[in-house]
Antibody
Framework: QVQLQESGPGLVKPSETLSLTCTVS????????WGWIRQPPGRALEWVAY???????GYNTSLRSRVTISLDTSKNQFSLQLTSVTAADTAVYYC???????????WGRGTLVTVSP | EIVLTQSPDFQSVTPKDKVTITCRAS??????LHWYQQKPDQSPKLLIK???QSFSGVPSRFSGSGSGTDFTLTINGLEPEDAATYFC????????FGQGTKVEIK
């Protein structure tokens, strides 16, 4: 059974960089695509970015200039960095796998990141 | 960017009712449309992939249909545990999600 677990600071100051890591168990990140999706409190889901071991990467165009997504195959983890954060970046951040039909499954449990002084 | 618009935003229904949620894409996305269920304080769970393929373990009362720009999620015989928010998701060009439809049990 594939499981994903997000980790990282729950509080980030404005203008700083948000950094999250997703640890994958039950599958190798060499397979499939792996991505990040966020959900501001009480709002809809918003795609952030995804990537694969082949180097193919996709970004939400509205966030692209601030986002870095990377894989660490030695640790079977992938990471997200979002620079110059503001209160608008406050959200639950989910890591997830894109399956062969391009649907998203499974998802991590999510981690709330609050941007506040 | 492909925009997905769901309707309705909210639906209050009685158990055993039939529920229909629609998702309209701003451009042709073929069959690259998926549906998820999200309950409070939980991560979304895949229900239907590629328009109409039921995901493993999903009850048969959930079904999907459509193509191009217009898609539908149907729940035939709503159960109380189906109270949740439902999102559509396109993977035709990048990823985008609909705004969600909250289904409440009367």
């Amino acid at each position: 059974q594939v499981q994903l677990q997000e980790s990282g600071p729950g509080l980030v100051k404005p203008s700083e960089t948000l950094s999250l890591t997703c640890t994958v168990s039950g599958d190798s990140i060499i397979n499939y695509y792996w991505g990040w999706i966020r959900q501001p409190p009480g709002r809809a889901l918003e795609w952030v970015a995804y990537t694969s071991h082949t180097g193919i990467t996709g970004y939400n165009t509205s966030l692209r200039s601030r986002v870095t997504i990377s894989l660490d195959t030695s640790k079977n983890q992938f990471s997200l960095q979002l620079t110059s954060v503001t209160a608008a970046d406050t959200a639950v951040y989910y890591c997830a796998r894109r399956d062969t039909t391009s649907a998203v499954d499974p998802w991590g449990r999510g981690t709330l990141v609050t941007v506040s002084p | 960017e492909i925009v997905l618009t769901q309707s309705p935003d909210f639906q209050s229904v009685t158990p055993k009712d039939k529920v229909t949620i629609t998702c309209r894409a701003s451009q042709n996305i073929g069959y690259d449309l998926h549906w998820y269920q999200q309950k409070p304080d939980q991560s979304p769970k895949l229900l239907i992939k590629w328009t109409s393929q039921s995901f493993s373990g999903v009850p048969s009362r959930f079904s999907g249909s459509g193509s191009g720009t217009d898609f539908t999620l149907t729940i035939n015989g709503l159960e109380p545990e189906d109270a949740a928010t439902y999102f559509c998701h396109q993977s035709h060009s990048g990823w985008t999600f609909g705004q969600g439809t909250k289904v409440e049990i009367k």
